[in-house]
């Protein structure tokens, strides 16, 4: 029995939550402090869908710029992704909640192959289900996967944890005059170029009425009070309720 608002949401970490305080890679500490969190969600009924992107390795863009071959690079950030995928199936596990990561891209030694009914039987189980390998297309980005994947399995709502109490006019870690803002419709924040998600995951979202909360994964707590219906972050969706 779930006691929480929804029955079935999608997080989208970016890679760069599980760094820590180190400029790149994965903290140990970090991770299990963030399984921890998903291992309560999971606890009180949620079934819980996960995309962590690769940025805490490697970003095809920033690649490119440095001369690599941006397909390559691109390929080679998704498969960053299935790195921190299985650092994060290896920290659920240590908490004894059952896990699987599917992949987008072929690798089938390391995790499943990303099959849509099959992810929904494991979610429908009591399984997390991490989806890695974003898209499996280069010149996307682990949002848009976040946001595809969370149309497909009917996931009820999308969940971006960010380091920050969600949408604001400006970076408030650089400006402290930022304005917050708790609700905003796809269209404004398309219009004012708000640092959401990319145009691809906003429109994505936009067209199939996926709401999207955006959120500070690294106040504790935060996250299960979002799913037990409490206001937090900032919310998104495709039109203001009447
Ligand atoms: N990527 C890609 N296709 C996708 C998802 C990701 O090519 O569908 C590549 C892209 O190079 C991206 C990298 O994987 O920069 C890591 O993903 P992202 O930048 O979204 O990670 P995050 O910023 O969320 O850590």
């Known amino acids: 029995m779930t006691k929480t608002k929804y029955t079935r949401i999608l997080l989208k970490l970016s890679g760069e939550a599980l760094m820590g305080d180190q400029g790149s890679g994965i903290d140990p500490h970090t991770?299990?402090?963030?399984a921890l969190e998903i291992n309560e969600l999971c606890s009180v009924g949620l079934q819980v869908g996960l995309v962590i992107g690769g940025g805490n390795i490697i970003r095809g863009s920033e690649k490119a710029a440095e001369g690599l071959d941006r397909v390559t690079g691109d390929y080679m950030g998704m498969l960053a992704t299935v790195l921190n995928a299985l650092a994060m199936q290896d920290a659920l596990e240590h908490l004894g909640q059952p896990v699987r990561v599917m992949s987008a891209l072929k690798i089938n030694q390391v995790?499943?192959?990303?099959?849509?009914?099959?992810?929904i039987r494991h979610l429908e189980k009591g399984r997390v289900v991490i989806f890695a390998a974003g898209t499996g297309n280069p010149f996307f980005t682990t949002d848009s996967a976040a946001s595809l994947r969370a149309i497909e399995i009917n996931a009820e709502l999308l969940v971006k944890a960010t380091k920050v109490d969600g949408v604001y006019s400006a970076d408030p870690l650089k400006n402290p005059s930022a304005r917050f803002y708790p609700r905003l419709t796809y269209?404004?924040?398309?219009?004012q170029r708000l640092n959401v998600m990319d145009a691809t995951a906003l429109v994505l979202c936009r067209d199939h009425n996926m709401p999207l909360r955006v959120m500070n994964i690294f106040q504790p707590g935060a996250v299960m009070r979002l799913v037990k219906g409490e206001d937090?972050?900032?919310?998104?969706?495709t039109g203001r309720p009447s």
């Open 31 to 34: 991770i299990r402090r963030l």
């Open 232 to 237: 937090v972050g900032s919310l998104i969706e």
């Open 111 to 119: 995790c499943e192959d990303y099959i849509r009914r099959r992810a």
């Open 187 to 191: 269209d404004e924040a398309l219009d």
